[in-house]
Nanobody, 124 residues
Framework: QVQLQESGPGLVKPSQTLSLTCTVS??????????WGWIRQPPGKGLEWMGG???????FYSPSLKSRTSISWATSKNQFTLHLSSVTPEDTAVYYC????????????????WGQGTQVTVSS
């Protein structure tokens, strides 16, 4: 099975940039039939899709986060990254990377692959 693992700092100060990396490992899937992206879940709230991209690197963002969000593949394409700028405490959430059949993720789907999630707290 394909495995995804988020990594990055668990604590970010307000106004800074939140940066996370998703590492993809294992086997096997056809990568170009999935969207590779990021979803977050603030405490007490539902999933919020942030953005995703194709294997070829075409990127799409949630309108509410587009101005602050950047998603891209690393050179090796076994990793992809999330940068969320100008963070506030409202950005505190569990952040997930995922490979999904649909671009805009509203719920978990059994055919998708998700990381375990990583808690990121925005606080001074």
């Amino acid at each position: 099975q394909v495995q995804l693992q988020e990594s990055g700092p668990g604590l970010v100060k307000p106004s800074q940039t939140l940066s996370l990396t998703c590492t993809v490992s294992g086997a096997s899937l056809t990568p170009d039939v999935y969207y590779w992206g990021w979803i977050r879940q603030p405490p007490g709230k539902g999933l919020e899709w942030m953005g995703g991209m194709t294997y070829a690197g075409s990127v799409f963002y949630s309108p509410s986060l587009k101005s602050r969000t950047s998603i891209s593949w690393a050179t090796s394409k076994n990793q992809f990254t999330l940068h969320l700028s100008s963070v506030t405490p409202e950005d505190t959430a569990v952040y997930y990377c995922a490979a999904t059949k649909e671009l805009v993720v509203r719920t978990r789907d059994a055919s998708d692959y998700w990381g375990q999630g990583t808690q990121v707290t925005v606080s001074s």
